[in-house]
């Protein structure tokens, strides 16, 4: 039987690079999956692909109120929570921290780390009920990044957001350990998604140079494939995996070895 067979996975923005794969990975293994992400029609269109009964809601995570309706939505659709993904995330512009326009601080902040508190503030209770009815509580595995386990030049807000995230992470894994939640978190350095497509529009198209930037001081000097992070993520979510609680997981070619 597969990994997943028959658990509920929550995956916040699905439609993005990790999002999507990590969402076909959980589909293939056998999950059933609750799927969010902002734009209705894109979400709507990537369910209808995928092998596995979907549930999909769009919205913003910086509403605590999405947060709340999605995991109503997996109670209410398949009866539990079993599995939260909590990706949605956005970079910042790529400048020293006094150029950092204060709305945009303010809007990293808000979807990259309240984004995050509000996810885990309302899928806790409902994995801690699930504990206590059937000894079965559930996982939660956030993307963080190398950026929350160190400095990040020209990515200041970001990295304070994704340092909160881990806060969060270790927090609330040492709160709910005995309650049969384990709360992980994944740190990928640069991935190839559109975030890194992103940077090289920002470096005026000189993909090879804007790559050169961002693979210095990698010790593998190249950037991650998505499919080299999304086997973390897996990991980090396997049942199996039971005694793993509160870790941050690099996944970075060798930055945080050095
Ligand atoms: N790609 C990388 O190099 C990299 C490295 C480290 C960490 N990360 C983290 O991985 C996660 C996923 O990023 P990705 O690389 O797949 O980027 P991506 O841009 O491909 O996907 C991000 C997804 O989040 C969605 N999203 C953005 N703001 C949202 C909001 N307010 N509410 C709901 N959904 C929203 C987007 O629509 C998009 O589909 C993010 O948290 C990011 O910080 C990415």
Redesign the pocket.
Known sequence: MSRFQGLTVLV??A?????RRTAERFADEGARLVLS??DESSLTEFASSLQTEVATLAG???DETLSESLVELAVKRFGSLDIAIN?????QSFVKLPQVPSDEARRIIE??LL?VFYAMKHQIPVMEKQNRANGHGGTIVN?A?VAGLAGAPRLSVYAAAKHGVMGLTRSAAAEYASKGIRVNAVC????R????GDFVKLAGGREAEAIAELTRGVPMKRVAEIDEVIEVIMFAADPKNSFMTGHALSVDGGITAI
Do not use: K
């Open positions: 916040t923005g439609t993005g690079g990790f999002g992400d902002l913003n995570v910086a990706n949605a995330g956005v970079a979807i990259d984004g993307i990044s990928p350095s640069y991935a998604t559109n975030m890194v």
